[in-house]
């Protein structure tokens, strides 16, 4: 890696133990990159928020997007102080960022005690088969709104 590379992984870094040692969340860190501009940063801020969305990933893609007035990521970097979980993969997937950068793995996070091997799990699991309960309920109506979102000739497509 280089120099440039380093730095912006220390800054996740350093993040993640601010958060931490502040009490504002658990151990993980992330910074969004854009040319060699730090565009976008967050802490895991899930327990000072009672937000269990409030990953690392995904504040620092808010606040990447809002700061670029944006809901694409396409031209940036994602530094992040651990693989990403499952949700943090899909909002990051749902940014198009360029590149992620991780350090610790899921397997590092586990061993700390943030395991998500369940969650890997229930998501290729048959919906009669996961531990929470899915019910599929009023497709019917949904497809009709889906049907008016393919006609709507002014919406914006991501």
């Not at 990933?57 to 990521?73: G, H, P, S, Y």
């Not at 005690?113 to 799990?121: A, P």
Request: proline share 4%.
């Amino acid at each position: 890696m280089t120099d440039r590379e380093n730095k912006f992984m220390q800054a996740a870094i350093d993040l993640a133990r601010q958060g931490m040692n502040n009490g504002v969340g658990g151990p993980f860190g992330c910074i969004i990159v854009k040319g060699d501009t730090i565009v976008g940063e967050g802490c895991n801020s899930v327990s000072s928020l009672n937000d269990p969305t409030a990953h690392a990933e995904v504040v620092a893609i808010r606040d990447a997007c809002k700061n670029l007035q944006t809901f694409q990521l396409t031209d940036c970097e994602v530094y992040t102080s651990c693989e990403p979980c499952p949700m943090c993969m899909g909002a990051i997937y749902w940014a198009r960022p360029k590149k992620v950068y991780f350090g610790a793995t899921r397997h590092d996070a586990a061993a700390a005690g943030f395991d998500d091997s369940l969650i890997y799990k229930e998501l290729t699991a048959p919906l009669d088969d996961r531990i929470i309960e899915m019910v599929n309920l009023g497709r019917e109506h949904v497809v009709k709104v889906f049907e008016e979102w393919i006609e709507k000739p002014d919406k914006i497509d991501y």
